[in-house]
């Protein structure tokens, strides 16, 4: 059958089995490998993607059904060259160490600061508690995301020289 | 990642052609909504149906709506929706109190009221809350719509009163003066399934005492109300008392098994406890106003 | 020296110059970020090659089983299967059994018997993953169920079932008996103690689970003979070496390749079947095959960690002198010894367990034994037994503190090794490199406010609320090691580094090591960049490629920085020594006269008269007149064998509210003061830090590896095997002090591991601390609330 999404701001139109996933879809049709999966049980976490500016699981959708609505992926974040505040914090703040977690979390933090601009603490802890790190026990997501909270309109050259 | 066997895939545009769909695809066919109890099972391959019906496009059935007397609340409502609705929260306290412990706001953002109520898992908050609340299920079907009271909509762990050919399209919530409610869960970690969980729900007379009380279990091997705990209360002046009393006899009606949760002695306690601990709540909230 | 962590300053400048910024240590942001926070790493998963076909691996669902028949004729019919392996036809190539890291074998794919739930029995080749998956469900195999070995504890009773009865001669679930310390001596100790307490300790079995599951892509090319692994592995040039001897592919025919890894924890050192298997279906399609496990097959099948049942005896005297410790361990090692130790080492560091204390005698035996669970594998969080043996002693104190009723701070006080006994011999065999233990031990007290916690927790106390606060004073081995005592089937534990300086003054440090998150390319940049003044941006790390990088055994242990960040600041000192000959020919002066300041060579006493790295390095590279015995160039390889192993060391507290009427435990504080010797980079440190904290509420509240008695494992999906999310642990408010390592280049003593060992002892003497009145002197992990009401009840909670 054949779906017909926007994908961080581009119309897609493909073709797809009803079982495929859509984070398979992301990654494999769609090439964009910035999604990740890590558990059979939609407890992870890392899959997260925004659907319609929603954070969902993307393992325990399908691609089918994100037929005429909008995803944004972890690649949507910038725009165009100019990294997004969460991505900016997340480097200030070192949120992130492997980077598996990280696209997931930086999308739910997004959809976090888009509706409440300056979350507490606990409100942070819990948007993001869907969501497994394994390595950075979570103190310095939680800054990450403040420090976008606080720098919300930042921009940056994005040359990999970091600040 | 686990990925699931094949299947058919139609998507549905209105209740209508849902009950078209389910006619025309058969007894092998499902129903999906937010999808996050039947994809994962899916995935695993312990479900396996031939066609999904994909309703997540009835925008039709996605609604909270307070009209005198009662609250009308779609069967598509999100978790979400109903944990941000300051409706609900305000009607309806022990939805929020759920809601905040159901899953996390991830797979809230996906699942539905009425998955979650068709799903009918013995540990499923909402079906408690429901319950208590003395809801009333609205199916419609191919012979039109029917109203199932809670009592008898659940028939059994993973079983539900709506047939196959039949679609659950509203939840109605009856409204009471001077009542609250109250929900507690105890969970290993936020996400995990309840090791055991109470709900409660109280009308306060004009005199301050308990005019109407009912107490649902989650997790604990009871389907239904406890109906003697709930009838202790009536007429009673609330007090820890009274509150212990209930507790004792909603451990009673409690029925757990042992599992890596804990064993069957710790839940019945905690049937005791948590059945305390909301109807203290409760009547608190009933008796503010809050 | 000590002092308070500063909380990082949220306010960082996104346009910090290079003048802003450190050279060399100090807290610069990781320059590996950028990738990542694009969506742009490149993980195992994210490989794909041209003509790639997928494998997918069945499994045994039971732990004890013969196997009957097995048929492929459905799955081979499937239009989009290439190919379908099983046991018989690796036999016919000699692969059915591949060695273990500990001189066991593992089976690759069953051939006589299944020995645990979810052991490989046939690999199926597909041209993707939907179809490798369906492919499964259409071999059929015929299993006779036997009964399980399950309990430990009964693993060596007369009469129960022989889990490996396919080697010759054996009739026993016995794999080992190792001892450490003297054995007489601290029985003579024992016997005439005044106080003696005992108390049985289990370390449950439970699992590194990274978010990145273990996988593979294996190319091999037939016309050249060249395999090229992607591999999700820690260690790429050991794994290079033991693929040619397990494969007889030659060693230099193989090429490892260890992309960006989604975390490590020591899940990823091993070899595993589904390596060696993706290998064999690209050799037979003839195509690259890549496989990847799902959550399922990482927990059930590969390296799990601890599953250790200890008896601690402690000795002391009444006014709270420790005299000596003893130890017995039973060690489940699974079906095949599997567990990634140092060759003399078959229960690791276990022997470390004297802990931070001052003893007069010491002695552990460990016997393991192999049950029918998932094979023995590499302790979580790596360390070579570290976690258990921390545990134990942390464990063990807190039980003889409350047998003399001393404050558990008090008593570690009394007790620790004093500044001026270092380099401190303990009675197990170890030389603690440094340490001065109470500036540490007492910056911790005074960051959580003890006393006013002590006074705090009297007031909850008679209100009838469950206060507890937690010590753990830790002491670690790691930084394995000095060549003639460790390796890891026979190759040393040395490891090798090289560095390069570029004409135009840029560099490049290739590494054995391989980072999974811990920031090498940030970390080993700044190393040479404190030796050679070259900014770290100015600096590419290179590792993972065991084509382009020098051989060492990789990460884990916490061995990078001691063992490779030794290597680096060797190499970048030999450089540098180079580049004052150079300088001094440039400067028409005698090296003699040159001295150094970050970044260039100059003449003592005239400083305009110098000449900076990049300079030196075009000249290198130039036409310069270079001195005797120079060659052109600024590039240096070491291979470091370290002299002895580091000793980093950690005062934690934790402070908890037990639910008195669920039982519920929550964690409301955690103070941790590490002493990692010379720091690198604060922010990453304190990142390590934290994460480890995280594993040590995890260990101690919720995780387990658990199995019914017919060996079904119970923690096989994230549903039942529970990981802390934000909402279970606090802010994390941290410290350090400092004592650098004499025998290390830097002083640096590694940090990686430092919070998972101590911080589970922390956490599970605060619940006890809790529990106080209602008499409870010991509970086993994990403190669920089922198990902390039970304990509460007076029960003994089950050791698991």
Redesign the interface.
């Known amino acids: ?1 054949q779906i017909t999404a926007t994908v961080n701001g581009t119309e897609v139109t493909r073709d797809v ?5 859509l ?2 879809h992301l ?1 494999e049709e769609l090439g ?15 899959c ?1 993607v925004l ?1 319609d500016g ?4 993307s ?4 691609a ?2 994100v ?1 005429g609505h909008e995803v944004t ?3 949507g ?2 725009d165009g060259a100019t ?1 997004d505040p969460v ?2 914090g ?5 949120g ?8 997931g979390m ?1 999308l ?1 933090a997004r959809a976090l600061l888009d509706r409440t601009p300056h979350p507490d ?1 606990q409100q ?20 990450s995301i ?2 976008a909270a ?1 720098h919300p309109a ?1 921009r ?1 050259e ?1 040359t ?4 | 990642m686990q990925i699931p066997a094949a299947f058919d895939y139609v998507r549905a545009g209105s209740v209508g052609d849902v009950l078209d769909l389910l006619e025309r695809h058969g007894p092998e066919s499902r129903i999906v909504a937010g999808g996050h109890s039947l994809l994962p099972m899916m995935k695993l391959r312990l479900a396996r149906p031939d066609c999904l019906i994909d309703i997540n496009g009835l925008a039709e059935l996605d609604f909270v709506v307070e009209e005198p007397g009662r609250l009308r609340v779609g069967a598509l409502t999100r978790h979400t929706t109903l944990l941000e609705s300051a409706l609900v929260g305000r009607l309806f306290p022990i939805v929020h109190d759920a809601e905040r412990v159901i899953a996390d706001p991830v797979v809230r953002n996906r699942g539905t009221i009425g998955g979650s109520l068709c799903q009918a898992d013995p540990a499923e908050d909402l079906s408690t809350v429901c319950d208590v609340l003395r809801a009333e299920v609205v199916i419609t079907g191919p012979a039109g719509e029917r109203s199932v009271p809670m009592a008898e909509f659940h028939r059994g762990p993973y079983e539900s009163a709506c047939d196959q050919s039949e679609l659950v399209t509203e939840i109605r919530f009856p409204i009471a003066a001077r009542s609250s409610s109250a929900y507690e869960k105890v969970e290993r970690r936020v996400g995990d399934w309840a090791v055991a969980a109470v709900g409660a729900a109280v009308t306060l007379a004009e005199d301050g005492t308990i005019a109407d009380a009912s107490i649902g279990l989650t997790a604990l091997g009871l389907e239904g109300v406890a109906t003697e705990a709930a009838a202790s209360l009536h007429g009673q002046l609330p007090s820890e008392a009274v509150f212990a009393e209930a507790g004792r006899l909603a451990a009673a009606a409690s029925d757990p098994t042992e599992d890596q949760r804990g064993p069957v002695d710790y839940k019945r306690h905690l049937a005791d406890e948590l059945t305390r601990r909301v109807l203290r709540r409760a009547v608190q909230r009933a008796s503010t106003g809050s | 020296m000590t002092a308070v962590e500063d909380r990082p300053a949220r306010e960082a400048n996104p346009a910090a110059t290079a003048t802003d910024r450190p050279i060399g240590f100090g807290r610069i942001q990781r320059k590996e970020d950028p990738r990542f926070v694009r969506g742009k790493g490149n993980y195992l998963d994210d490989i794909v090659l041209p003509g790639m076909l997928h494998g997918a691996i069945l499994r045994s669902p039971m732990a004890h089983g013969r196997i009957i028949s097995i048929d492929t004729t459905e799955a081979l019919a499937h239009p989009k299967v290439h190919a379908v392996v099983t046991g018989k036809d690796l036999e016919a190539l000699n692969l059915a059994w591949a060695p273990t890291l500990s001189a066991d074998v593992q089976a690759v794919l069953a051939t006589d018997k299944v020995r645990f739930q979810g052991q490989e029995v046939a690999f199926v080749v597909a041209e993707d993953r939907y179809a490798a998956r369906d492919a499964l469900e259409l071999i059929d195999v015929e299993y006779e169920q036997l009964a399980p070995m399950i309990d430990a504890r009964k693993a060596l009773d007369p009469g129960a079932p022989v889990v490996r009865d396919e080697m010759a001669g054996r009739t026993d679930n016995h794999v080992f008996d190792w001892e450490a310390g003297d054995a007489a001596e601290t029985d003579a100790v024992f016997a005439r103690a005044d106080v003696v307490v005992t108390q049985e300790v289990v370390y449950p079995r439970v699992h590194p689970a990274p978010m990145e599951t273990c996988g593979a892509v294996a190319d091999y090319d037939a016309v050249d003979g060249k395999l090229t692994l992607y591999e999700t592995t820690q260690a790429p040039h050991a794994h290079r070496t033991l693929f040619a001897i397990v494969a007889g592919i030659p060693e230099h025919k193989i090429r490892v390749v260890s992309p960006d890894i989604g975390g490590g924890f020591g899940n990823k050192v091993g070899i595993y079947p589904g390596y060696i298997l993706a290998v064999v279906g690209s050799i037979v399609t003839g195509k690259p095959v890549k496989w990847v496990e799902d959550r399922s097959e990482n927990l059930m099948s590969t390296s799990f960690a601890r599953d250790y049942i200890m008896t601690g005896e402690i000795a002391a005297t009444r006014e709270g002198k420790i005299l000596a410790v003893r130890t017995t361990v039973l060690a489940d090692h699974g079906a095949f010894n599997a567990t990634a130790q140092p060759t003399k080492y078959p229960a690791g560091f276990f022997h470390i367990f004297t802990g931070s204390y001052d003893l007069q005698a010491a002695h552990c035996k460990v016997t393991g034994v192999y049950t029918n669970k998932a094979p023995g594998g590499v302790a979580y969080a790596c360390s070579f037994r570290v976690t258990e043996a921390v545990y134990l002693i942390e464990r063990m104190v807190d039980v003889l503190a409350d047998e003399l009723a001393m404050d558990p701070a008090e008593l570690r006080l009394r007790n620790f090794i004093r500044p001026e006994q270092f380099p401190y011999p303990n009675k197990t065999g170890w030389e603690y490199d440094s340490g001065d233990y109470e500036p540490t031990m007492r910056l911790a007290m005074e960051m959580a406010g003890y006393d006013e916690l002590r006074r705090e927790q009297a007031e909850k106390r008679a209100r009838g609320e469950l206060m507890g606060i937690g010590i753990s004073f830790f002491t670690e081995t790691v930084g394995a090691g000095p060549r003639k005592h460790m390796d890891i089937v026979g190759l040393g534990m040395a490891d090798g580094a090289e560095v390069r300086v570029h004409p135009t003054g840029k560099a490049v440090v290739r590494l054995s090591v391989q980072s999974q998150g811990q920031g090498h390319e940030t970390t080993f940049a700044q190393i040479v960049a404190e030796e050679l003044g070259i900014p770290p941006e100015d600096i590419d790390v290179v590792h993972g490629d065991t084509d382009n990088t020098p051989f060492g055994l990789g990460t884990y242990g916490s061995r990078s920085t001691p063992v490779s960040g030794g290597a680096v600041a060797l190499a970048a000192r030999k450089v540098r020594e180079k580049a004052k000959l150079i300088a001094a020919a440039m400067l028409e002066a005698r090296p003699e006269d040159l001295e150094w300041e970050k970044g260039r060579w100059f003449v003592t006493g005239d400083p305009s008269q110098g000449r900076t790295m990049p300079e030196i390095s075009m000249a290198a590279h130039g036409t310069v007149e270079l001195p005797e015995g120079v060659d052109g160039n600024l590039d240096a390889e070491v291979t470091y064998d370290p002299p002895n192993l580091t000793f980093p060391f950690g005062a934690y507290i934790c402070v908890v509210d037990v639910d008195p009427g669920t039982g519920y435990v929550h964690v409301r504080r955690f103070i941790a003061v590490d002493d990692c010797g010379t720091r690198i980079n604060p922010m990453i440190i304190e990142g390590q830090v934290h994460g480890g904290l995280a594993d040590g509420v995890g260990m101690a509240l919720m995780e387990l590896i658990d199995f019914d008695e017919d060996g079904n494992c119970l923690g096989g999906s994230f549903m039942d095997y529970l990981i802390p999310t934000a909402m279970e642990v606090p802010d994390w408010e941290t410290g350090h002090t400092v004592t650098p390592s004499p025998h290390h280049p830097i002083g640096a003593k590694g940090i990686g591991e430092s919070a998972t060992v101590g911080s589970p002892p922390a956490v599970v003497n605060a619940v006890i601390d809790a529990l106080e009145p209602y008499g409870v002197r010991h509970m086993d992990m994990p403190c669920t609330p089922a198990r902390v009401w039970a304990a509460m009840q007076g029960r003994a909670t089950p050791p698991v």
């Open positions: 059958m089995e009803p079982r495929v996933l984070v398979h990654r964009l490998t910035g999604t990740h999966w890590g558990c059979d049980t939609s407890n992870c976490g890392t997260v659907l929603q954070p969902v699981k393992c325990t959708v399908l089918a059904m037929d992926t972890v690649e974040l910038a990294l991505q900016q997340f480097m200030a703040e070192h992130l160490q492997c980077g598996f977690c990280t696209p930086m739910t603490e942070i802890r819990e948007a993001i508690s869907g969501q497994i790190c394994r390595c950075t026990g979570y103190a310095t997501i939680v800054r403040q420090w606080d930042v940056t994005p990999g020289a970091q600040a």
